[in-house]
């Protein structure tokens, strides 16, 4: 069936495409490319660095980001290392794949554009390879670190159907207890 891009938007939790595994994308068309596109204008709408095809209602291996460059050096986006930190503009990851994490576990809060008005502390390697397709069907690989290196870690785990409230330490999964069960409720009262 296809898909009218102008009809995505943001879903929300509990909605049950975010604990569903994404499948690979088959081939990159017309409809993918269109896709794709509209997840950025969107990402960019909700002031959000990543967004997961499934945060949009479509069970595919697709995610965008876009982590803008940052000169402050307290901030994650900073380099720390000659690994990058940062995307030079917004890019498209299709049927991605992580590998080479780094062995430390570096604690930060994250918020998610499916989950509004929840922050969390989740702790991920700090930095990480992925491979994935472009918009034009080739393969490439890069290393990121910091934040955006978080950000692929997030968006891939959307792909696997995992939430930010499944990684959260158990202090943050306390705090937000009462905001993830309005959420719930709110669902309950929603038309299916």
Partial sequence: MPVDPSTLAVVTYPAP????????VEGITDEVRAVALRMIELMFASDGIGLAANQVGLPWRLF?????????????????SDTPTATGAPTVYINPVL????RDLTPM???????????GEVRRPSQITITALDLQGRRFTQRGAGLLARCW???VDHLEGVLILDRM????????RARVRDLEDGAQGRPS
Avoid: M, Y
């Avoid at 495409?17 to 690979?24: A, F, V």
């Fill in 109 to 119: 809060e994250e918020g998610c554009l499916s989950l509004p008005e929840i922050h």
């Fill in 17 to 24: 495409i975010l604990r569903t595994r994404s499948t690979p």
């Fill in 99 to 102: 590998s080479d994490p780094e």
């Fill in 153 to 155: 870690q997030h968006e």
């Fill in 169 to 176: 330490t158990p202090a943050s999964r306390l705090r937000n």
């Fill in 64 to 80: 965008v980001a876009h982590v803008p460059a940052s000169d402050d050096p307290d901030d994650p986006r900073s380099p720390e």
